[in-house]
């Protein structure tokens, strides 16, 4: 039988957290990797269609990289194992994925949490508003670089990545200042990962970051990323 789909914007359904703060807290039933990741899926697949992560797979496994081993242009290459800065996932691409959901395979030791922060918290006055969707930044990617936004038309989604967003003129550097002082100032959620634990983040919504890490941890969480 079809699982019924989850619809974020009713707060009826079993996603309703997600609605109400933009992320959700879930668990797997079983407890081994193959489990979260199913688990993940079926979660991912009410909302939405999968898509590929950077390096081009439809789920990853992913733990705290030293800047070393990293991706040359992804957060880690910058942060290493040091505290992840608040970000979009894939702001990168034109329009990053929708949703990003997180299962624990292994909380590691020492533990990192995961720091959510919704931007609709963030108090921006509406000429702030208007600087974020209209002042230009540069997206670094490689050949695919483009202009774009912080805050897409309508304020839809966020696009915030400290490590491939770049300010080209004065309204770019304002708005990134802007961005990152409120950020920086935020109260914000922490999720203290326990194995089978699974988060759905609503990442048009909220940004994603992850407290300091260290080199063998073990601490490794699933991954799959939604389009809707
Ligand atoms: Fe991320």
């Known amino acids: 039988m079809l699982s019924p789909k989850i619809v974020a914007s009713d707060p009826e359904q079993p996603a309703g957290p997600l609605y109400k703060r933009g992320w959700s807290l879930h668990s797997s039933e079983g407890s081994n990797p193959d489990d979260i990741v199913r688990a993940l899926v079926e979660l991912g697949e009410r909302l939405g269609t999968r898509v590929p992560g950077r390096a081009g797979l439809l789920e990853e496994v992913v733990e705290p990289l030293a800047a070393e081993d990293a991706h040359p242009r992804s957060l880690s290459a910058r942060y290493g194992l040091s505290a992840l800065p608040f970000h979009t996932e894939l702001s990168h691409r034109p329009r990053p994925c929708r949703y990003l959901l997180l299962g624990c395979v292994d909380p590691g030791s020492p533990a990192a949490a995961t720091m959510l922060l919704d931007w609709r918290t963030l108090g921006f006055s509406q000429d702030e508003l208007a600087l974020l969707e ?67 983040i609503d990442n048009w919504r909220v940004l994603h970051g992850r407290s300091p890490s260290d080199h063998g941890s073990g601490r490794r969480l699933a991954r799959i990323l939604i389009d809707a």
Do not use: K, N
């Open 134 to 200: 209209e002042a230009p930044v540069f997206v670094r990617t490689g050949r695919r670089s483009f202009y774009s936004t912080i805050l897409a038309p309508g304020g839809a989604f966020l696009r915030y990545d400290p490590g491939c967003l770049e300010a080209m003129d004065d309204r770019g550097r304002r708005a990134m200042q802007l961005i990152d002082g409120r950020v920086a100032a935020a109260p914000f959620d922490a999720h203290h990962w326990r194995q089978g634990d699974i988060i759905i």
